[in-house]
């Protein structure tokens, strides 16, 4: 089995300012984890992804996240929060074996001017 | 290709009726997941098809949700005699089966009123 957990549902920065994301995963094997951002009445596009391969990923959008095997983490960062960065933003995590995805409540990211 | 394609993007229903959404996945892509989302959550999975083959269900996916994929193409997903509690964004999404990659639509937002 497998789980997500994003903590705090709501995150508020200043343009400019650091974006950090939290999410937690809980894998009984080697995870595949990704981070999916959603805007409002939209599908979910894809930000990045880890599949076992660098621990440090790029995404698109100037974000980024890190594994963290022994934390048992995927946080994700921006050096420099943009007022289109604000939208809802999901963890997810699957076992890769048919990439069944299990996601997290999601956080909504706002950005203050 | 422009990508998943899903419809109609808004279904508003009375209770007890019934009513069927449509997925087109990405041409070549052989996997198709579809997830519900309620206010405030994460998506959740409901099923998924390889090809024309349906390998997995969810215990969400009730005597009433049915979903086909007859000719490895296209996807319906259907509900019968809905209820208040099917009010959702019903999001559908496709992959490669060796890709981890899933591409969503922008989803169907069912209202039951």
């Known amino acids: 089995a497998q789980s997500v957990t994003q903590l705090g549902s709501h995150v508020s920065v200043s343009e400019g300012a650091l974006v950090l994301l939290r999410c937690n995963y809980s894998?009984?094997?080697?995870?595949?984890l990704f981070w999916y951002v959603q805007y409002p009445n939209q599908g979910l596009q894809l930000l990045l992804k880890y599949t076992s391969a660098a621990t440090l990923v790029k995404g698109i959008n100037g974000f980024e996240a890190e594994f963290k095997k022994s934390e048992t983490s995927f946080h994700l960062t921006k050096p420099s929060a943009h007022m289109s960065d604000a939208a809802e933003y999901f963890c997810?995590?699957?076992?890769?074996?048919?990439?069944?995805?299990?996601f997290g409540k999601g956080i909504t990211l706002s950005v203050r001017p | 290709d422009t990508g998943v394609s899903q419809d109609p993007r808004h279904k508003i229903t009375k209770r007890g009726q019934n009513v069927t959404f449509r997925c087109d996945p990405i041409s070549e892509h052989n996997r198709l997941y579809w997830y519900r989302q309620t206010l405030g959550q994460g998506p959740e999975f409901l099923t998924y098809?390889?090809?024309?083959?349906?390998?997995?269900k969810s215990r969400l996916l009730s005597d009433r949700f049915s979903a086909e994929r007859p000719k490895g193409s296209f996807s319906t997903l259907e509900i019968q005699r809905t209820e208040q509690g099917d009010s959702a964004m019903y999001l559908c999404?496709?992959?490669?089966?060796?890709?981890?990659?899933?591409?969503f639509g922008q989803g169907t937002r069912l209202t039951v009123v």
């Open positions: 894998s009984s094997v080697p995870p595949y």
């Open positions: 999404a496709s992959s490669l089966v060796a890709d981890t990659e899933a591409f």
């Open positions: 098809f390889q090809n024309e083959a349906q390998l997995e």
């Open positions: 997810a995590v699957s076992t890769g074996a048919n990439s069944k995805l299990t």
